[in-house]
């Protein structure tokens, strides 16, 4: 089956062939061989347990198979965020969704480590049996919708995932997010995260970790201004 590069980033290639994606790390040359191995080997193993953690909770590919350095997943077709949030009517209710969708992965103590809305995809499958999966036009009530295709958000990319318990690297993670609705959405990025940070409030560490997320911005503001 031929193989066409879709993605090359600072630790892996990522190929599509047909309906999988091939991820392939890196060697980084400037470690020691050892090292090098023993990380790639290392990440490998911990987003493969994060994937299959989380698919359990929320939507993210699935892992097909494994190697040592590689990693064979579901190929999910849909709009990636970076690209599109802007101009979809529900954005802030898709924005309320993630924060949902992120306030599970933290309460099973999964951090993402690298969450953006490059590594968000905005799905269609059939309505049936997908009820929690429901998001609605910003100005509907919420009701079953007569559509037979429902849109949902697809958590990708957790090369970068660990798990922790600790409101810090989940604060880090939320901040992550709103570094990069500035960046990216910088028009609507206030109004976005405020509907991230609504969902997010029905994680029940919601109080602690928004608390830190004050420190960790402020710590950034300082950081800049020196």
């Known amino acids: 089956m031929s193989q066409k590069i879709i993605s090359q980033g600072a630790e892996a290639f990522l190929f599509k062939q047909g309906n999988t994606v ?49 990693i064979t997943l579901e190929h999910i077709a849909g709009k990636k965020l970076s690209e599109h949030l802007d101009t979809l009517k529900n ?24 969450l953006t809305t490059s590594n968000l995809i905005l799905k269609e499958v059939e309505r049936q049996g997908l009820k929690d999966l429901l998001i609605l036009d910003d100005s509907q009530e919420p009701k079953v919708l007569e559509e037979p295709m429902v849109p949902y958000v697809v958590f990708i990319d957790f090369g970068l995932s660990f798990e ?56 950034g503001r300082y950081k800049h201004a020196g």
């Open 22 to 70: 091939l991820k392939q790390r890196i060697i980084k040359s400037y470690r020691l061989p050892v090292l090098d191995e023993k990380l790639r080997k290392q990440r490998t193993k911990r987003e493969i347990k994060s994937l299959e953690k989380a698919l359990l909770l929320i939507p993210v590919p699935k892992v097909l198979s494994s190697s040592t350095y590689e």
């Open 91 to 114: 954005a802030r209710t898709i924005c309320k969704k993630i924060g949902i969708q992120l306030a599970k992965l933290h309460d099973a103590n999964i951090i993402h480590g690298d």
């Open 164 to 219: 922790s318990s600790r409101a810090e690297d989940k604060a880090v993670d939320l901040h992550c997010l709103k570094e990069a609705l500035e960046a990216r959405h910088f028009k609507h990025a206030e109004s976005f995260f405020k509907a991230v940070l609504q969902g997010y409030s029905t994680s029940k560490n919601a109080p602690a970790v928004l608390q830190r997320l004050k420190a960790v911005e402020n710590r």
